[in-house]
Nanobody, 115 residues
Framework: VQLVESGGGLVQPGGTLRLSCAASGFTSSRYAMRWYRQAPGKEREWVATISSIGDSTNYADSAKGRFTISRDNAKSTVYLQMNSLKPEDTAVYYC?????????WGQGTQVTVSS
C-alpha cells in the first residue's frame, strides 16, 4: 500500500501549485481521500476531503475559495489545486485515504510560499 505525493515546491505569494497523490496497492476508488498539512511547530490540520466517487467535497475555512480537491479514479490519483498561495500555506502536505477501519498516509510533500 502506497500513497505518494508530488508537486510541492517553492512558490511566490499569489502563485499556484498542483499537488498529486498517487495511490497503489489498494482499491483507492472505495476510499474517501483527504489532504492535510503540517506547518513547522504546529499540529497537523485537515485541508480538504473528497468522497470516493468525487461527488462531494469539503474544505477547511483556510482553503475555501483558493484550493480545489479532485480525483481521477481511473488513474488512482487525487489532486489539490492551490491558487492564491500565501506564506501561511507553507507546510508539508499529506495525502490520506480512509474506508471503514482502513486508513493510510503518504509521506508528504513540502510546499513553501515565499518571496
Amino acid at each position: 500500500v502506497q500513497l505518494v505525493e508530488s508537486g510541492g515546491g517553492l512558490v511566490q505569494p499569489g502563485g499556484t501549485l498542483r499537488l498529486s497523490c498517487a495511490a497503489s496497492g489498494f482499491t483507492s476508488s472505495r476510499y474517501a481521500m483527504r489532504w492535510y498539512r503540517q506547518a513547522p511547530g504546529k499540529e497537523r490540520e485537515w485541508v480538504a476531503t473528497i468522497s470516493s466517487i468525487g461527488d462531494s467535497t469539503n474544505y477547511a475555512d483556510s482553503a475555501k475559495g483558493r484550493f480545489t480537491i479532485s480525483r481521477d479514479n481511473a488513474k488512482s490519483t487525487v489532486y489539490l489545486q492551490m491558487n492564491s498561495l500565501k506564506p501561511e500555506d507553507t507546510a508539508v502536505y499529506y495525502c490520506h485515504a480512509s474506508w471503514q477501519f482502513y486508513n493510510y498516509w503518504g509521506q508528504g510533500t513540502q510546499v513553501t510560499v515565499s518571496s
